[in-house]
C-alpha cells in the first residue's frame, strides 16, 4: 500500500503532546528521530514513484553556485572559488567557501526552530547543538544515507498566472493562496499522491536573470527583504501535512517573507514536522519539460552533502 497511512494522527491532532509548541508532531516516529517527514518516503512509496520514469529525460534542478554572486539576499556570504595552479605538475586543484543556503538548497533541521520556545525538531536545543563540537543531533547527515526521493509534482504557478492574468510579483510580499495552488494542480491534471514531493514555481529565476545587477543588489539589501511565497495559513499547513514528504520551489524562502511575528511556516514544517523545504530550485527547465511531455509529476532523486552536523545543503 502507497496511500495514506490509517495510523497517521490527523491535522486537528496536533500538537502530539501536551505543552509542545504549535502544531508539533514531536516524537510521532521515535523521540530520537532526525528524518522527520522523509520517514514517508518508504520503499513502497519510493517503489511507486520510479514508474514516473518513462521517458529517461534528465533534468538537473541545481541553480549555479555563484548566480548570486553580489549580494545574497539575507546578507549570506558569496561564493568563493580559488582555484590552485600545481605546477610544474600538470595539475588543478581548487577550494570552494560558500554559505550553504545561497543557492539551490534544503533547509535541514538545524536551520529554524520555534522561535518563542527556542526548540528544535523533536526538542533539540541550541545548546545541544552547540554543546560540543561533535554535536551531530538534527545534521543533515541523518538525510545523506538515502537522500530525498520519490515522485515530485511541479505546480507551474507562474505558467497558471500568466494564462489567468493573475498578477504577480516575486520581489514584494505576496502570499500565494491554497486555492491557486490547487487550482494550478487541476489546471495541469496533476493528481496528488501521499508521500509526493511538492515543487512550486513562481518564476523567479526567469525575474532574477530579467534585472539588472545594480537592482539585484538594492533588493539584496532591503531589509527584510519582501519576497513572494506560499500563504501562511492553517489550510496551507493541513494540506501539507495531508499529502507531502518534502516541499521546495524556485524562491528564497519558500513562504510568504516577512513573516508574521506569532509564528511562520519554517517553525512549524522544519522544527515542527521535520519536512524538507527546498529553496533557490532552478526550475525553469523543468517546467519546459512539464509541458513538452503534458505531465507535471517526475521521479526526484535528490542527494544531500554527507556533512555531520550540517545545517543545509
Known sequence: MTGRPPSLPKFSDLPL???????????????DDQLGFLNRQTDAIVAEAAKEIKTGVRV???????????IPFFGRQVFHKQLINKSPRT????????NTQ???????????????????????????????????VNGIQAWADKGIV??????????????NNVPVEVFK????????????????????????????????????KQLPPDELVALAKQVPPQLIGVERSEEMLEWIWDNFSAVAGDHP????????????MHEVLLAGWGCPIGELFDLDH???????????????????????????R
Not at 520519490?150 to 494564462?163: E, M, N, P, Q, V
Open 17 to 31: 503532546n501536551k505543552g509542545d509548541p504549535l502544531f508539533s508532531a514531536w516524537g510521532l516516529y521515535g523521540k
Open 60 to 70: 538537473s534542478l541545481n541553480w549555479p553556485l555563484d548566480a548570486q554572486r553580489k
Open 91 to 98: 595539475v588543478n586543484d581548487d577550494i570552494w567557501t560558500f
Open 102 to 136: 545561497s543557492s539551490s538548497q534544503w533547509d535541514g533541521l538545524r536551520h529554524f526552530g520555534y522561535q518563542n520556545e527556542k526548540k528544535f525538531y523533536n526538542g533539540v536545543t541550541m545548546d545541544d547543538i552547540h554543546g560540543s563540537e561533535d554535536s551531530t
Open 150 to 163: 520519490g515522485r515530485g509534482i511541479l505546480l507551474d504557478f507562474h505558467r497558471w498566472a500568466l494564462a
Open 173 to 208: 510580499k505576496s502570499s500565494i493562496p491554497l486555492k491557486y495552488l490547487k487550482a494550478v494542480a487541476e489546471s495541469q491534471g496533476t493528481e496528488i499522491k501521499f508521500g509526493d514531493i511538492l515543487i512550486v514555481r513562481v518564476g523567479y529565476m526567469s525575474t532574477f
Open 253 to 264: 524562502a519558500f513562504e510568504s517573507y516577512p513573516t508574521p511575528k506569532d509564528w511562520s
Open 286 to 312: 523543468l517546467a519546459e519539460e512539464c509541458e513538452k511531455q503534458n505531465r507535471w509529476s517526475f521521479f526526484v532523486s535528490s542527494e544531500v552533502c554527507n556533512v555531520p552536523g550540517g545545517v543545509a
